[in-house]
Nanobody
Framework: QVQLAESGGGSVQTGGSLRLSCVVSGYTIWPACVGWFRQAPGKEREGVAFVIGRGDLTSYDDSVKGRFSISRDRTKNTLYLQMSRLRPEDTATYFC?????????????????WGQGTQVTVSS
C-alpha cells in the first residue's frame, strides 16, 4: 500500500514562494506516475505537475509553467513542488498522488493513492 504525506503549505503574499514536500512510502517499485494536484473551494481537483515514468520526464499545467517546478529526491523517497511567483489564484489544497502502473495521466480519477493535502493560501 503506497502512502503519501505532504508538508510545506502555508500563507504567503502574491509573488512569494513555497516548497511542498511529499514523502512516498510503502512501495516495492517507485510508482510509474507521481504528481501534484490542487483543489480550490467549489472547484474540481486539477493536475498541476507530474513526474512521468521512473526517469525525470516532467509535465506541467499551463497555468503553472515557468513558475512551478516538480522534482524528486530518490534517496529520500520524496517528491517536491517548488512554487514561485505565487498568485491568489494558486490558493488551494495541494495533494500529491501516485499511480502505480502506466500509462500516466493528468486526471485525478486515474490516481488511486493520495496524501491528505496541505493548504496553500496566497494573499494579494
Amino acid at each position: 500500500q503506497v502512502q503519501l504525506a505532504e508538508s510545506g503549505g502555508g500563507s504567503v503574499q502574491t509573488g512569494g514562494s513555497l516548497r511542498l514536500s511529499c514523502v512516498v512510502s510503502g512501495y516495492t517499485i517507485w510508482p510509474a506516475c507521481v504528481g501534484w494536484f490542487r483543489q480550490a473551494p467549489g472547484k474540481e481537483r486539477e493536475g498541476v505537475a507530474f513526474v512521468i515514468g521512473r526517469g525525470d520526464l516532467t509535465s506541467y499545467d499551463d497555468s503553472v509553467k515557468g513558475r512551478f517546478s516538480i522534482s524528486r529526491d530518490r534517496t529520500k523517497n520524496t517528491l517536491y513542488l517548488q512554487m514561485s511567483r505565487l498568485r491568489p489564484e494558486d490558493t488551494a489544497t495541494y495533494f500529491c498522488a501516485a499511480r502505480l502502473l502506466g500509462p500516466c495521466a493528468t486526471t485525478s480519477n486515474a490516481y488511486a493513492n493520495w496524501g491528505q493535502g496541505t493548504q496553500v493560501t496566497v494573499s494579494s
